[in-house]
């Protein structure tokens, strides 16, 4: 596609539920990323996966954050039992290699009521 | 951990004016680039670098990767209405032909001054 993809793009839900957000990234980029984006702050890395590699999932604030990435495309990102400091935009981005910036997509608003 | 310090948090800016706006880290970095993200929309990069003392230009913004590697500035030159927004720095160190991700500063929030 012409741009990285997120869906839905905004997201409530209650307290304890699981959601599941999902990014499609551009065609052929091996490389995808999510961050979190509080309020009024910066970008928190999330995980990263490389091709086929084992992804870097040292960003995961907890073990009830997970991420698959399958057939190296499209992305999910489940938050089991959430909580309401879970509330936050969830981006996706995506790259070409190392040597390139990153592509975002406009991001997941969770809202945990 | 790998931290960002971004300056200022926020500015006002009257039409006309030049911007500045810095990052420095407590580690080297290989890439450093500059985002720009309007509300309800995701970051879009405005300038890459890639090399210690690199200054590039894209319009009317400019940005040099310091020499330390471990600073970089954006200069918004002639600034208009549509540059408020919050600019972000990140950094990016990679190894080995494997990317690493991006951190990221906490931003700078460009407002018009009333």
């Known amino acids: 596609g012409a741009g990285v993809s997120q869906s839905p793009s905004n997201k409530v839900t209650e307290k304890g539920k699981d959601v599941e957000l999902r990014c499609d990234p551009i065609?052929?980029?091996?490389?995808l990323y999510w961050y979190r984006q509080s309020l009024g702050q910066g970008l928190e890395f999330l995980i990263y996966f490389q091709g086929n590699s084992a992804p870097d999932k040292s960003g995961l604030p907890s073990d009830r954050f997970s991420a698959e990435r399958t057939g190296g495309s499209v992305s999910t990102l489940t938050i089991q039992r959430t909580q309401q400091e879970d509330s936050a935009v969830y981006l996706c981005?995506?790259?070409?290699?190392?040597?390139?910036?990153?592509?975002f997509g406009s991001g997941t608003r969770l809202t945990v009521v | 951990g790998q931290q960002l310090n971004q300056s200022p948090q926020s500015m006002f800016i009257q039409e006309g004016e030049d911007v500045s706006m810095n990052c420095t880290s407590s580690?080297?970095?290989?890439?450093w680039l500059w985002y720009k993200q309007d509300p309800g929309e995701g970051p879009v990069l405005l300038i890459a670098l890639y090399k210690a003392g690199e200054l590039t230009s894209n319009g009317r913004l400019t940005a040099q990767f310091g020499i330390t590697r471990k600073d970089s500035f954006l200069n918004i030159s002639a600034s208009i209405p549509s540059d408020v927004g919050i600019y972000f720095c990140a950094g990016q160190l990679y190894y080995g032909g494997s990317q690493g991700n991006l951190i990221f500063g906490k931003g700078t929030k460009l407002s018009v001054k009333p």
């Open positions: 580690s080297i970095f290989n890439t």
């Open positions: 981005a995506a790259a070409w290699t190392a040597n390139y910036g990153y592509t």
């Open positions: 065609s052929g980029h091996t490389a």
